[in-house]
Every structure is written in C-alpha cells, then in structure tokens.
C-alpha cells in the first residue's frame, strides 16, 4: 500500500515540476479577444487530476485536453457560461474553481459575510454593554454622605505605614 | 552507532519532556521554588539532547549512509553538500525532527532569557510547552522514525526529489517552522495565565516579544516560499491559494491580529480575554496546518485512509490541544477581569476593527481550505475551492482595513478625535488620488479597478509617512528639533511605520503583476527574436552542460532595449538520472522593480524550442512588502521597552534589568 502511496506521490510531483509545458503554442486561438476568454475560463477550471491546480497552471496531459476543449467549444460559438456548463455536464462540479452557490456550498460562501456581520454586531453590543456598565459604575461611585463620613474615620484610624503600597 | 545514538537522545528528551511537564506544575501547586526550577534545567537539557538528535540525523545525511532508511530515500552521494544538509528536512521525518528541535529551542530560550518572569508563569509556560513536546516526540518516535535503519544496506540513495534541490529549501522551511513553533510560546503563555487565573498587562508584555518573533520568521518564511515557487515552477506564479500555502497563511493572519491585540492589552489593559482567545487560536492553526500538510489528507480524503497512522495520530494530537485549551478558555476565561473603557472611535477602535477583518479573512481561508474535504467526508461529493473563490471573498475584506490603517496611527487611545485623523490624512489622501487619475489617464480608460487598487496603496504608504512626520513634527519645526525627535522616537512607532508601508508596497506589486503582466508564449529556433514590453529577446543558441548529479540544457538569450545590448538571459532544463524527473530553472533578469522572465520547455525534431517570456511590472514589491513588514518587526523588537523587559512591580527600582 506505502508503495502505491510513494508512487501516486512521485507522479504529482513529477506533474507539478514539468509546469513548464502549460499552454502550448500550438493551442493559442488566432482570434486574440478569444484566446483571453480561453485563457479567462481555463483559469476558474481544474485540473482533476493535479493537486489545487487550475488547467491554465497544470502541464497534466488531461488540462491539455480540457484546454482544447474549451478552445474547441469557444470556437463552436459558445458563451463562456455554456463552456462552464458543458464542462460541468461531463466532468462534475469538480472541475469548477469556483463553486456555483447552491445548497452545499451555501455555508462556504455565506460565511464571511455572517462572520463579518456577527462580529461587528457583537462588538456593537458589548461596547454598549460596557457603556451601560459604565454609567452604571460612576452612578454608584458617588458616595452618600454617610459612607463618606465612615471613609473618613477609618482613614484617620489606619496607622499611617499600612497606608504605603 | 551515530543513528541509534540519535534515537536515544531522543527518547531522552522524552523523558526529560514529560518530567517538564509535571513536575513544575506540582510545584506551583505546593509553591516549591525548587520544584518549579525544575523546568528551567529539564527545558535547558531537553534543548541539548534534541540538538544532539538533529546533529546526529544532519551526520547521517553529510556521510551519506545509506544503512538508514531516511537517508537512502532521500539523499545521493553525488548531491551537492548543501543539498545533502537541507535534504535532512526535505522529508516527512526529518521535517518533524526539526519542528521538535525548534519547538525546544524556543523552550529552551525561555527558560535562559526568562529571568525576569514570575516564578509560578515560568514553570506553568515551560510545562505546557513540555505538554506540546512530549506529543511530538512521541509521535516521532511512534510513527516517523527518522533513524530506522534498512537491514541489507544499499550502495546509493535515492536522491532528494529535485525540485526540492534549491536554496529555497535551506531557507523556507526553517523560517516558516520558526514562525509556526515560535507561536507555541503565546500559546504557553495564554495556556497558563488560565492555569494561574490571573493576567494583566504585564504579562502581554513578556508575550509581545514572542509573538512579534514568531511572526517576522512566519512573514519572511512564506514571502521566501511565494518566491521560490516563482521563480522554481517555471511560469512566474507567486501564489497559489493552496491548500499548503493556507495553512501557513492562516496562522499569519490570526498572528497579525493577535500582534495588534496584545498592544491595546499591554498599553491599555483591556481585550484580555479575546487575546488570550487569538493566542490560542494561532497556534491551534499552526498545528492545523502541521495536520493538513504532514498527514497527506491535503492529497486525497483517500490517501489519508489509506495509511491513516501518522494523520490519526496528529489528528488526536490536534482534538487534544485544541478541544482542551478551548474548555480551558471556556470555563476559565470568566474569571479573568476585562479593563479598560474605550469609545469606539479611538486606538483601541481602530485596532479592534483590524482584528474583526483579520479574523474574518482567517476564518474565510479556513473555510475554503476544509470545506472540499469536510463536504466530501461527509456526503461524497466533490467540489474544488480555488483561487477565484478565494479572489471573490478574501480580496474585498483588505480594502475595508486598508482604507483604515493609516487612521489606526493618528487616533489617540481611549478616545479619538476621527476628523482631526482625517484633516492630518489630506496630504495622503491628495497623493493617492493623483496616483488614481494619472494611471487612470496612462493606461487610457482600460479597467478602473487596477489605478483604484493602486490609490488605496499609496494611501497606505503615504499614511505611514503621515504619522512619522506628524511624530517628528518635520515641516512645523525647524530641523534641528525634527532629529532630536527622530532619535527620542521609540523603535516601536518607526516598525509601525515601516510595516504598514510595508503592506502598501506589497499591494502595489500585487496589482501591478497582475494587470499589466505581458506574456509570450511560441516556438522560437535559434537566430528568432521576439519583442516583449519593449525589449528583444533573441535565442541565440543551446547548449548542454553536465552538473553533479544532473544534466542540463541551456539555452541562451540576447537580451536589448532600444538596440543597447543588456546581459544575456540563459534558461535550462535539467535531467535527473536518478529520479529520472526533470525540473525547468527558469532566468530572471531584474530591472528596477521589474524582471523578465524565461522559461524553456521541450525542444522539438527541428530545433523549435517551446519558450515562454515574461515581463513581471513591480513584481519584487510582492516580496519587499513583507521584508519591509518583517524589518519593522525587527525594529519594534528592538525597542528598549521590549528589550529590557517587564518592570517587576514589587522589587522596582532596587536592580535594572541587563538587557538581554
């Protein structure tokens, strides 16, 4: 099993070394507004069988064929959004960068927004809390005579060295 | 001999690791000073016999003895010398071993330089830092031995894989466990202010130090990892968003946010809890990253199963340290007293709302990184989360905090006065928008949103010039008064200037490469040119050569501007024998801020080699940035206030303190 491991690790990495090879001449489109729509979808796909790779990065021979494939599909008059959806159809939401909001990915793109806001709203809360508390605290600082009238004589009672911190 | 004495040094260090670890809590319990010295010696000497351990591995690498397994799999006789001593982390086991070897060196540095803390703090800290070791070293002793050796000794190894044979691996790796061990020590102390039940600003004094360097290592680890992936991989990309790349950074971000709180807790008294809540969470990401990079789960959900001993055992290591110090938080925090009132528009404001968008940012990089592998564990879909997503939610959340950061500066503690920041901002303000309309008007009414990025940097920058000038009052008073000011100015304000700078700067390359990043990519023969961002690029011919344990391809290019001939420009491919890989040393060409780029590809039947050339605008700002950042770490680091230490309240004024 360590064997198979150690292998399916050294071709990684062997995939990963030889980036060299992504985007081949042969492969730019001689319409150049084109090829930059080419190159911008090939950015938000993956390649499935590299490690977080998208096919515009990857030399695997497999982004080298879904790269054509977008080519070929942009050429046949595509939107980029009916290339997204072609690729999808065949190969899964695995080969999108990017998920698309749906119902499970729903807590991974909500996320930052509702840690943002509950953060903010918890900060808000606890600066007014400690606001109140404050008004709270002076309030009942303020001493009555009587309590004065006690400090007073327990201060002129303590010995003066006990008084030194 | 050198190896099984490597192994018992090891297991010495164990044992003098779990002695840490009780027996001075023991003695806080009973308040025997003699108890709780005991972690300073046991610290000092789990530090020896560590030391000795790496020594011993380091040995077995440089003499090349291949009767150890790590060594067969991963060294070669013929390796250049440096490679063999860097091959000593370019694996899974030795990579432990180093973790271990720094984590006992911060131990260790504690125990020498922490004089000056309380006695019961002291023994608390070093104990939980004995906690984190004895996990680790039994982990390495359990399931990645790196000194196990192989009964039928080979006569060659099998050499390091090739793409780690690169400087790069004698600088990243070290850097960045410095940065993610280092914050161990927060960890340590946040752990035991819980255990004690008492904090206050002293304490957030001794761990800014730690914190502070912990973060320049982590800083200038992963800004020396994005440009050995640049300039190693071959087509010029400094960030990847990968998992890997996540797990370093997410400690960054919670790091940077915990610098920021420890300040409003050292100078203000107030965030304690919250503090000691990032410190936490900072090192459980540090371990979270370990976990994610060390266990292979990264690779597959499957490879993970497959072989689950070591990723289950960093697993438990994981649910342990993080779900205990949690509950620890959660039943003691409460009796930590909060202090300090602020009105929101103050210092403190400020660097609460910093704090809110680092986390956030942090919890975003979380999500993306787990949510493929927690979605796929749980009802077998598949989904990837890559660097457009990342791009959509990660990059909004720094213009919010950006536009802030020179305001945090100008405000003054407890409460700020907003418009008097803003009035003293106008000049930085003026400056960004002049930068806005003349990349505006320069690049003719293409995408608004590159100049608009760019304004926000030189807002960033000029801020951070802003408050300096504001400090030494340059301008206002005659010149003479500006220098006295300028020497009397604590360290600490000149790094927050030079950090903050620092960011602008890296915002500037970033945007800067990737709008105006030219690109070409085509077959060339020897005697073609091609033209790039106003230079010619000729290919004027190949070459092999034979290094030590590879051969390489070279090809060379003529490089000019405007007919004058600049220095030649010479890409290789080069061949490992005995991986049998290849690995693409692409040349860099530096011009000002800006570099051409070339890497070579395969060369076909009729000589047509595939080129690809690149011309990378402001490009070394993405790296300067963060070295500006890690420098203005250094020089806060170097205040005289941090330096000397904590002022001991009971015995004030009867020694000075020798600075360390």
């Not at chain 2, 968003?241 to 050292?266: F, I, K, Q, R, Y």
């Not at chain 2, 040349?587 to 076909?604: E, F, M, N, R």
């Not at chain 2, 963060?626 to 230490?645: K, N, Y």
Request: charged fraction near 15%; hydrophobic fraction near 50%.
């Amino acid at each position: 099993m360590r064997r198979i491991l150690a292998l399916v690790f050294a071709l990684a990495v062997m995939i990963s070394s030889s980036a060299a090879y992504a985007v081949l001449p042969d492969e730019v489109m001689s319409d150049p507004a084109k090829e930059a729509r080419a190159r911008n979808l090939s950015r938000e796909l993956r390649c499935m069988v590299c490690q977080n790779e998208s096919i515009d990065d990857s030399a695997a021979p497999l982004a080298r064929d879904i790269r054509l494939l977008v080519r070929e599909r942009i050429a046949a008059g595509d939107s980029d959004a009916q290339v997204l959806n072609f690729l999808v159809a065949r190969y899964g939401e695995f080969v999108l960068l990017k998920p698309r909001l749906e119902r499970q990915t729903l807590l991974l793109w909500l996320l930052t927004p509702s840690v943002l806001t509950a953060g903010a709203l918890a900060l808000w809360i606890s600066s007014r809390r400690r606001k109140a508390m404050a008004s709270k605290d002076s309030a009942s600082a303020r001493l009555t005579a009587e309590e004065e009238a006690r400090i007073k004589q327990l201060m002129s009672a303590e010995p003066a060295s006990d008084r030194q911190i | 001999m050198i190896a099984e004495a490597g192994h018992y040094a090891l297991v010495l260090a164990l044992g003098l690791a779990l002695i840490q670890s009780t027996v001075p809590i023991l003695g806080a319990r009973l308040r025997d000073p003699a108890l709780m010295n005991v972690a300073r010696s046991t610290a000092l000497a789990q530090l020896v016999f560590v030391l000795g351990s790496f020594a011993a591995l380091v040995t077995l690498h440089v003499t090349s003895d291949f009767s150890v397994l790590n060594v067969y799999e991963n060294s070669h006789s013929l390796k250049p010398m440096i490679y063999k001593i860097t091959g000593v982390w370019g694996n899974h086991e030795g990579s432990m071993l180093l973790w271990v070897s720094i984590l006992a060196l911060f131990g260790g540095l504690v125990a020498a330089f922490g004089n000056n803390l309380p006695m019961s703090l002291r023994a608390h800290v070093l104990a939980v830092q004995a906690w984190i070791a004895s996990a680790f070293y039994l982990f390495i002793l359990i399931t990645s031995n790196p000194f196990i050796r192989i009964a039928n000794p080979p006569l060659e190894g099998r050499d390091l894989n090739p793409v780690l044979q690169d400087i790069g691996l004698a600088v990243h790796p070290p850097m960045l466990y410095l940065g993610y061990v280092g914050f161990s020590i927060s960890f340590s102390f946040a752990i035991a202010a819980l255990l004690e039940g008492r904090i206050d600003a002293a304490w957030a004094r001794w761990v800014r130090p730690w914190t502070l360097l912990a973060w320049i290592f982590l800083t200038l680890g992963i800004a020396m990892g994005s440009y050995w992936a640049y300039y190693e991989l071959g087509w010029g990309g400094w960030w990847f968003w990968d998992p890997v790349e996540n797990a370093s950074l997410m400690p960054w971000l919670a790091g940077t946010a915990l610098l920021h709180s420890a300040v409003v807790m050292e100078k203000r008294n107030a965030l304690k809890v919250w503090t000691i809540l990032l410190s936490i969470l900072t090192f459980s990401l540090s371990l979270l990253g370990t976990f994610l990079v060390r266990s292979g789960v990264l690779t597959s959900v499957h490879a993970f199963a497959t072989d689950p001993r070591r990723g289950v055992f960093i697993l438990l290591i994981l649910c342990l340290f993080i779900g205990g110090s949690l509950s620890l938080y959660a039943w003691r925090a409460s009796a930590l007293k909060q202090g300090g009132l602020f009105a929101p528009i103050s210092r403190e404001g400020a660097l609460v709302l910093n704090n809110l968008f680092l986390t956030t940012a942090c919890a975003t990089v979380l999500v993306g990184t787990l949510y493929p592998l927690a979605l796929e564990v749980l009802t077998g879909d598949k989904i990837s989360v890559g660097a457009p997503f990342f791009n959509l939610t990660f990059a909004p959340l720094f213009i919010p905090l950006l536009i802030a950061v020179p305001f945090g500066p100008l405000l003054a503690w407890k409460r700020g006065d907003l418009l008097g920041a803003a009035q003293r901002l106008t000049a930085a303000g003026i400056g960004a928008l002049i930068a806005v309309a003349v990349l505006w008007a320069w690049t003719r009414g293409g995408s608004a949103l590159a100049p608009l990025a760019i304004g926000l940097a030189v807002f960033v920058v000029l801020g951070a010039l802003v408050d300096l000038v504001e400090r030494l009052g340059l301008f206002r008073m005659p010149l003479a008064i500006s220098i006295r000011r300028a020497r009397g100015l604590p360290r600490a304000s000149w790094g927050t200037a030079f950090a903050h700078a620092g960011v602008g700067l890296a915002l500037i390359g970033i945007v800067c490469e990737t709008t105006w990043n030219s690109e070409y990519i085509g077959s060339m023969k020897p005697g073609d040119v091609t033209h790039i961002a106003g230079y010619d690029m000729k290919l004027d011919g190949i070459t092999q050569r034979l290094g030590s344990n590879y051969r390489e391809m070279v090809v060379k290019f003529d490089v000019s501007r405007n007919g004058r001939q600049l220095q030649p420009m010479m890409p290789s491919k080069r061949s490992f024998v005995t991986r049998g890989s290849t690995t693409t040393e692409s040349a860099l060409q530096t011009h000002g801020l800006s570099q051409l780029y070339i890497s070579v590809g395969d060369t076909a039947a009729d000589g047509a080699t595939t080129v690809r050339i690149y011309h990378k605008p402001m490009v070394l700002l993405i790296w300067f940035g963060p070295v500006l950042m890690a420098f203005g770490g250094m020089l806060s680091l170097s205040d005289r206030r941090l330096r000397v230490g904590a002022p001991k309240p009971a015995r004030a004024g009867r020694l000075l303190q020798p600075a360390e």
